[in-house]
């Protein structure tokens, strides 16, 4: 059996990480993950998030680099995660979404996450919190 990858985006923009909320289906609704999608036959990860934040929230994103580990979704897929940086836009819940937060590393915890996006959550907080402390904004 082919496993299908789901590409999620740990996308950051000015210290914050981008959390979505869920409209659909009826089973995930109003809980929160990191938005993305499957990707198609013959597209890499990179390329379908870049694709599917396009389409779900109106913005283009750099792909920068994948979170170590995969995250069994329903049989057949596995969530992937990969670090992004907004390029341009503001993002808007286009589709499956009706919500959208960015959320400081302290303020993570305030969302109710998806079980399988918690993991690649945690490590993304470490990244901006590590970025954070390499090139502190001024104030």
């Known amino acids: 059996m082919t496993v299908r990858v789901v590409v999620g985006g740990a996308v950051f923009d000015r210290g914050r990480l981008l959390a979505a909320r869920r409209s659909a289906p009826p089973e995930l609704a109003g809980r929160w993950e990191l938005p993305g999608g499957k990707a198609e036959p013959g597209e890499t ?21 994948p ?11 596995v969530l992937r995660v990969w670090t992004a940086a907004l390029r341009s836009g503001e993002p808007r819940p286009l589709e499956d979404h009706d919500e959208l937060r960015w959320l400081t590393p302290d303020r993570v915890d305030e969302v109710d996450w998806l ?14 919190r590590a970025a954070e402390h390499l090139h502190p904004r001024a104030h």
């Open 115 to 128: 079980d399988e996006d918690r993991p690649a959550v945690a490590e993304a907080v470490r990244r901006l």
């Open 67 to 77: 979170l170590p580990g995969e995250w069994p979704l329903k049989p057949g897929y």
């Open 45 to 65: 990860p990179p390329q379908a998030l870049v694709r599917e934040l396009r389409e779900e929230l109106g913005v283009e994103v750099e792909p920068l680099e």
